[in-house]
């Protein structure tokens, strides 16, 4: 059986939102081997996990679900349930350049570094991950210059990036939508035909029924982006 270039390998974070739902989509375009990984960190919305099985699965996608311990994050709302995820302050806390409790502390370096040593040791070339630098929640951890330092880390600290320039390259950070209004990501989610009914974006959603909750950051962000858009939501 021919081998598979490690640049056609993708290892894709994917939480079961829009935006990491998106970027599985855009890499089966461009790869012939795709891993998905998920995060169980004792998050409050944990129906997530639910919806990234289950997309998984319809793309016929193999899909790993790590498991981080929830007591090494501490002062988030995802997590701690003496907290409450803010509702209706995205304008406010944007105004004022704070960032939310919803912040995971080094959320996204953990998980980047999870899928280094996942996509390094299935000889995968590329980690798609759905950071957003503009219609998002301030986070320092989404920004282009973060992804660019990770960068750098994987250049000089990987087996694969000690052997750039010569027989291969080191693995590379795709982050297609990094630079995208939520507008044009959902407008290119539906040209992708990504099922918005399977996807959830809410940090706080009932944990009964798990209907999004309408009101925190990420509702009211992808509310937006519908609503620009001109597309109806699931």
Do not use: W
């Amino acid at each position: 059986m021919k081998s598979i270039s490690p640049d056609k390998i993708a290892v894709v974070l994917l939480s079961g939102g829009l935006d990491s739902t998106t970027c599985l989509y855009l890499a089966k375009q461009q790869s012939e081997k795709i891993y998905a990984i998920s995060f169980d960190y004792g998050q409050k919305h944990s129906i997530e996990l639910k919806r990234a099985k289950k997309i998984a699965k319809s793309q016929s996608i193999e899909h790993t679900v790590i498991k981080i311990q929830t007591q090494l994050f501490q002062g988030t709302s995802l997590t701690d349930p003496n907290l409450k995820v803010p509702k209706n302050s995205l304008k406010k806390h944007l105004q004022k350049n704070t960032i939310p409790n919803t912040y995971v502390p080094g959320r996204n370096i953990l998980f980047l570094s999870y899928a280094l040593s996942y996509a390094e040791s299935r000889k995968a070339g590329q980690i798609f991950i759905g950071v957003n630098a503009l219609d998002y929640s301030g986070y320092p951890d989404c920004r282009p210059e973060f992804i660019e330092a990770y960068q750098n880390m994987i250049d000089f600290g990987t087996k694969s990036g000690s052997k750039s320039g010569k027989s291969e390259k080191s693995i590379q950070i795709i982050t297609p939508l990094i630079h995208l209004s939520k507008k044009e990501i959902v407008s290119l989610a539906a040209h992708l035909k990504v099922p918005f009914q399977d996807t959830i974006s809410c940090y706080d959603p009932n944990p009964r029924t798990g209907k999004p909750c309408g009101h925190c950051d990420s509702c009211i962000l992808r509310k937006k982006g519908f609503e620009e858009a001109g597309i109806i939501d699931g």
